[in-house]
């Protein structure tokens, strides 16, 4: 497999890479290809990116996989992840690949996890040219997943007052009120060790209201005729299972939802074989390699 590093332009940032092509593809010859996002205040580095990576190079796409602004080595300040800037970079980045020698322009998909599994559906709802779509442990409703991971009037409370405290402390100083990232999204101790190094520890409030205002449940139907493609934990300790349930029934066909009992919200991290086995003959009948 041949790796390079690539720089890739968006909203007047550059964003860091990296295009892997698999062996045995003949000069002239295009593939299909994958996005591969990275998670929550991660990077191209993670295993929600190595591991669905691997799979799909090994299957025969070309990959990409990139940092977000303000995210691993991209430009951009540092943190400050919003959801929808996300979805720009993802444009930008399947801009990019379509110039790929090995790629077929009007044959790229999206791939991402948590954070980038929500980024990756609404992706695919409003940019046309993505042609498949691949939401793991992703989310449609923004408000009604912290209301998941916020449970007791308490959490909810205080993660309430968030909001409220970065807009009053925007107001009065022009800047961003700072949080940590478990205060915006609860992570389990036992599961934190997923969190690869380097990720994003402090967010700005605006982060959490981005999310909050995140739908894709309102443009995961605009995907159908392409196939898509939703994998969730049936029992997450991280983004509500009921998060992918609703984004299935809002979606039009063809389109799958999987949910898997012995692993927990990184399953592409965890290299679950039950996981990568739904993938392969998935892809294999709404989206191989070679077309």
Not at 115 to 127: C, I, L, P
Not at 143 to 151: D, I, L, T, Y
Not at 239 to 253: C, H, I, M, N, Y
């Amino acid at each position: 497999m041949h790796e390079e590093a690539v720089t890739i332009p968006s909203a007047g940032l550059k964003l860091s890479g990296t295009v892997r092509v698999p062996d045995g593809i003949k000069s002239g010859e295009k593939r299909g290809a994958f996005l591969v996002l990275h998670g929550f205040g991660s990077n191209k580095n993670s295993g929600n990116v190595n591991g669905p990576s691997k799979i799909l190079n090994d299957l025969g796409y070309v990959t990409l996989g990139f940092d977000m602004r303000g995210c691993g080595q991209s430009e951009g300040e540092f943190g400050r992840l919003i959801c929808l800037e996300q979805v720009e970079d993802t444009s930008s980045a399947l801009t990019f690949l379509q110039t790929h020698p090995a790629v077929h322009p009007e044959r790229i998909a999206v791939i991402g996890s948590s954070f980038s599994g929500a980024v990756s559906v609404y992706t695919g709802g409003v940019d046309e040219r993505v042609a498949a779509v691949i939401s793991n442990g992703g989310w449609g409703d923004g408000e009604r997943k912290f209301r998941g991971q916020h449970k007791s009037p308490q959490e909810w409370a205080r993660f309430m007052k968030i909001l409220s405290d970065g807009r009053e402390h925007r107001a009065k100083s022009g800047k961003s009120l700072m949080v940590s990232r478990y205060e915006v999204v609860p992570i389990p101790m036992h599961l934190r060790t997923n969190v690869v190094l380097g990720s994003v520890q402090e967010v700005p409030a605006e982060t959490a209201q981005s999310m909050f205002d995140f739908r894709a449940d309102d443009v995961v139907g605009k995907i159908a005729p392409r196939p898509l493609l939703l994998i969730h934990a049936s029992n997450d300790s991280v983004t509500p299972t009921e998060q992918s349930v609703e984004l299935f029934k809002r979606a039009g066909q063809p389109a799958e939802l999987h949910l898997f009992s012995d692993a927990d919200h990184f399953l592409f991290a965890d290299d679950n074989e039950r996981v990568w086995g739904v993938m392969r003959d998935w892809l294999g009948k709404y989206f191989p390699a070679v077309h």
